[in-house]
């Protein structure tokens, strides 16, 4: 027994030495909520030094309840002192190595702390990272910031935090970065706050609402003609008007670290003999570009310039390189996001390029893409990509990268995204999986569990099925993938079990509810091609007649309001408005569904439809179902010219007329059929005309997408067969604008007999 208690004793003994020595090695900043430190600043502070000290102070004050003081000079009465500026730094901290602009450092020597930063926002950069990395806070999204609340504050004695970022541009787009204190928080960028001007910039400079009409040739001589699709850099005018534009805007904006001269979104690139012999010599229209920026860059070698590496301009030009105040922004539009940059084979002609433009400058950005501009919420499984990419760029010398998410709008795992894309921005060589739990843990509190495993499982998905994930996907392409309806029972089940978990709680339930809308959203757009399956809209009322689910509508309505108060707007970047989403619902609650005579009949195809987009396969053009403006749902697509269909009736019939659905898309390379010529059959072999449409040319006056119906009406005949002959035209309208690389497809969806 005695020698049991003295056992406890050398327990004890050696505890309390153990906390005397962790208490001896840490700085007591507030003690049992009492203040013993306070917070220096220069007499003469910059803005900056004032916006750290009072962040400071307003974070001290949220932990501890305690308000620290801040000062001009130390009052003397306290333990410890927060310096704050590198002034002060500099006279308490001898052989002070340089930082870079955005560089910070964080020093405890003797009894006192010690901040500094570099021209930049460095400082503040490094307020904030004491306050997560020391003192335990989190800013998650772009709601209130969490902190732990405590009595007691401490630092250690050899705290040393010193970090100069490597990448000089720095953007995660998502709504979490539209909140200021996020920004700072993750040491993140805006275009807006860097760019004087921004990405595809051509008819800004020279804008052809101004000056076309009157000098057509300032413009692209494309497709035999001058037309406002690009600029002609070849033409000395405009390069002039371009030089005296950037003195105006700079001279307005001269805190403009950035100046875009870039090509508009698309192709009609100039094809004039001038530069012809230019693109001739530096392999591709990329060389009349950059030849051109270095001019007009030259004219003003104190800003630096960006252009873009994308679409007809990706590759390296074989001759000319950039100037030194001249950054090339690199795409990943073309990459597929089912495999990370670094092995995915679809990303080989970016990696090329990449390797290229290295070979001429070292002044590299990325436009990087994370989303999926056609369905936000749809569920995108590249979570595991994100820090992977931006560290596979930073390896490959590119100094910054903006990281191109759904904006200011709602969009699948956005909060996750941002979060792991910020920190990897700040720091490529992290380890995400730390970070990763950590967002996890803290933002979904004790549903994370289940929340990691609904990721796990959809990243698993995606590669059971070998899916292919598009940016411009939507949930019908992978509806037998992994968005089947097996896996998206499984995906409910896991996200009704994380609501479960914190359905005490209505913060942690509104984050996982939040996950649900994507579940949500790509239920509803599977909804649209399933009919009267148990998994879509209608349901039968009769034979051969349908109607609408009654709950439907109601359905509908719950959803936009939900993504309303979860901080949606748009569900696609194009016609994506919750208004147009409703509405869209609207007219397909509207239509009649049955009352075909060949409802149900499965034609035979003389060509087949184009692979890519099979809807409901054989049975699209016949299944009741309609196609709205998006080609991808309920339509099927053909090429060359000339289409045959042939449906078998139910025992012999006649008709009156045959109605027919085409999609005119010009932007997407549909347009409308030439001719339709309807024929009846009683054998299957011999076939009769019994009616026959022309359809007018039609030109556009906007690039929108509409529906265009065609009913033929038809002399009576007995039939068994009826074939349906469409013609189109195998080469682009004269009137076409753009590339005229491709041939003009066709798109077909419900034909209907009455």
């Not at 998206?488 to 359905?503: D, F, H, I, P, Q």
């Not at 007995?718 to 076409?736: A, G």
Request: net charge neutral; with cysteine.
């Amino acid at each position: 027994m005695k020698i049991v208690k003295k056992q406890i004793r050398l327990l004890l003994f050696v505890f309390v030495l153990l906390l005397n020595s962790c208490s001896a090695n840490e700085l007591k900043i507030v003690l049992e909520k009492k203040s013993r430190t306070e917070i220096v600043i220069p007499v003469e502070p910059s803005s900056l030094e004032r916006k750290s000290a009072f962040i400071l102070q307003d974070y001290l004050k949220r932990m501890t309840g305690v308000t620290v003081d801040i000062l001009s000079t130390p009052s003397g009465t306290k333990a410890h002192v927060f310096f704050i500026g590198n002034s002060l730094f500099n006279s308490a901290v001898s052989n002070a190595a340089p930082l870079g602009r955005e560089g910070f450092e964080v020093r405890v020597q003797g009894e006192n702390i010690y901040l500094r930063g570099g021209s930049g926002k460095g400082l503040l950069y490094g307020v904030y990272e004491l306050i997560e990395k020391q003192f335990g806070a989190r800013k998650y999204d772009q709601g209130a910031a969490w902190v732990l609340q405590r009595e007691n504050l401490t630092l250690p004695k050899d705290l040393l935090m010193r970090f100069e970022p490597p990448l000089i541009y720095r953007e995660s787009y998502y709504p979490s970065s539209m909140d200021a204190e996020y920004l700072d928080w993750h040491h993140l960028h805006r275009f807006e706050d860097l760019w004087g001007l921004w990405g595809h910039s051509f008819f800004k400079i020279i804008p052809p609402d101004r000056y076309f009409t009157a000098h057509p040739e300032y413009f692209a001589w494309t497709n035999g003609r001058r037309q406002a699709s690009q600029l002609c850099l070849t033409n000395p005018e405009v390069e002039k008007i371009a030089i005296g534009y950037f003195k105006d805007v700079i001279a307005d904006n001269p805190d403009a670290m950035y100046w875009s001269i870039a090509p508009m979104d698309g192709q009609g690139y100039c094809t004039c003999d001038r530069c012809a012999k230019v693109d001739q010599e530096e392999g591709g229209p990329q060389g009349t570009l950059v030849r051109f920026v270095n001019r007009v860059a030259s004219h003003f070698p104190k800003q630096i310039f960006t252009t873009l590496a994308y679409g007809y301009t990706a590759e390296a030009p074989k001759r000319t390189k950039p100037r030194e105040n001249v950054y090339v922004m690199l795409s990943t539009i073309d990459v597929t996001r089912q495999q990370a940059i670094a092995t995915n084979p679809s990303a080989a002609d970016f990696r090329r390029q990449l390797q290229q433009w290295s070979k001429l400058t070292a002044n590299l950005f990325v436009w990087d893409y994370t989303t999926q501009f056609t369905a936000y919420l749809n569920p995108f499984p590249m979570y595991d990509q994100y820090h992977d990419n931006i560290a596979y760029m930073y390896r490959n010398g590119i100094k910054g990268i903006f990281e191109h998410g759904s904006g200011t709008t709602l969009s699948d795992m956005s909060a996750y995204a941002s979060y792991l894309q910020a920190k990897s921005l700040w720091n490529p060589t992290i380890d995400p999986n730390r970070v990763s739990k950590d967002f996890f843990e803290g933002y979904y509190g004790s549903a994370s569990r289940a929340v990691q495993r609904y990721v796990e499982q959809l990243i698993e998905a995606r590669k059971t099925h070998h899916a292919v994930l598009d940016i411009y996907g939507n949930p019908i392409t992978d509806r037998k993938g992994y968005l089947n309806e097996k896996e998206m029972s499984g995906y409910r089940k896991t996200l009704n079990a994380a609501r479960a978990e914190v359905a005490h709680d209505p913060l942690l339930a509104n984050r996982v509810n939040t996950l649900l809308l994507g579940w949500e959203y790509a239920t509803l757009e599977q909804a649209k091609t399933y009919g009267s399956h148990p998994l879509g809209f209608l349901k039968q009322v009769s034979e051969g007649k349908w109607q609408v689910d009654p709950m439907w509508a109601g359905r509908i309505d719950h959803f936009v309001d939900d993504v309303l108060k979860a901080g949606g707007r748009e569900l696609a970047e194009v016609n994506g408005s919750l208004e147009e989403y409703r509405n869209r619902w609207l007219d397909i609650m509207r239509r009649p569904y049955g009352g075909s005579a060949i409802l149900g009949k499965i034609p035979t195809f003389k060509p087949r439809y184009l692979e890519d987009y099979v809807a409901n396969g054989d049975r699209t053009l016949s299944d009741g179902l309609f196609g709205d403006t998006d080609y991808s749902y309920n339509w099927l697509l053909f090429n060359d010219g000339h289409v045959e269909l042939v449906f078998p009736l139910q025992g012999e019939q006649t008709a009156s007329r045959v109605k027919l659905n085409f999609l005119f898309d010009p932007v997407h390379y549909l347009f409308l059929p030439k001719e339709i010529q309807v024929e009846a059959s009683v054998d299957g072999k011999i076939y009769q005309d019994i009616g026959m449409q022309r359809v007018a040319e039609n030109i556009p006056t906007d690039n929108s997408a509409k529906v265009h119906t065609v009913s033929i009406a038809l002399s009576q005949k007995k039939m068994r067969y009826l074939r349906v002959q469409i013609r189109f035209p195998k080469d682009l309208p004269d009137w076409f604008e753009g590339a005229r690389r491709r041939k003009p497809l066709l798109a077909i969806d419900e034909v209907s007999m009455e």
